[in-house]
């Protein structure tokens, strides 16, 4: 019988084999997996609060930047990279559902800080370039894009790539809903309690308890506050 993986592993130096032991278990979707990676986070996030599950295939880059709150669950496939000590907060009860991505995108300046009980639902995509706010008891739908940057493309002679853009700090305010399939751009600040139809583009900020929907998303009718 082939023993090749046998072979390989017994010649594993000791730093091999932590690499090995560390990839199998945060892959492995048991139990006993699961309350590894707890016990490894807990020594590597800037904050880890009570009841924290961390799910499967999860990726978290400079978790040292990366504070979560009691009762966060984070689902298998997430993505959580925070590129400066601006970092990514998550509050108490904040839900990340599968393959949710939270980027930073910037060292200097970029942020997110997600507030208490806040669901975020698969396949969502979330950018921070200049600061991402989302307030208590937002519940975003899956397949949200949120990406508060730019483009420059006055100059038809140079390549869009190489002309930067703009950015700014996004706020999302509490207690708001945004449907699925949603495009947040730059200056789509949302107001408290407004509802984003599905498949609405936000680019420019909507008022608090406001309905809007469409591309561009627009104010349909108010909630009666």
Excluded at 3 to 24: G, I, K, L, P
Excluded at 170 to 188: E, K, L, N
Aim: glycine share 12%.
């Amino acid at each position: 019988m082939d023993h090749f993986f046998q072979d390989a592993f017994e010649r594993m130096d000791e730093d091999s084999r932590e690499s090995f032991y560390r990839t199998v278990f945060m892959q492995d979707s048991s139990e006993y997996a699961l309350h590894l990676r707890t016990a490894y986070y807990k020594r590597k996030l800037r904050h880890m609060g009570e009841n924290v599950q961390i799910g499967a295939g999860v990726k978290i880059v400079n978790p040292q930047w990366i504070s979560l709150g009691d009762h966060v669950q984070i689902c298998d496939h997430c993505t959580l990279i925070a590129r400066g000590p601006g970092g990514i907060t998550l509050g108490n009860g904040v839900r990340l559902q599968d393959r949710v991505y939270l980027d930073t995108e910037r060292a200097d300046v970029g942020y997110i800080r997600i507030e208490n009980d806040v669901y975020i639902g698969t396949g969502t995509t979330l950018f921070g370039h200049m600061g991402l706010e989302i307030g208590d008891h937002c519940l975003l739908a899956q397949n949200i894009t949120l990406t508060p940057y730019s483009h420059v493309f006055s100059d038809p002679d140079a390549h869009i790539i190489t002309q930067g853009g703009h950015s700014r700090k996004v706020t999302i305010g509490r207690d708001s809903y945004i449907g699925m399939r949603c495009a947040i751009m730059y200056s789509g600040d949302i107001g408290e309690g407004s509802v984003i139809g599905a498949g609405s583009v936000v680019v420019k900020p909507i008022p608090p308890y406001s309905v809007a929907v469409g591309s561009p998303a627009k104010v349909i009718k108010k909630r009666e506050k």
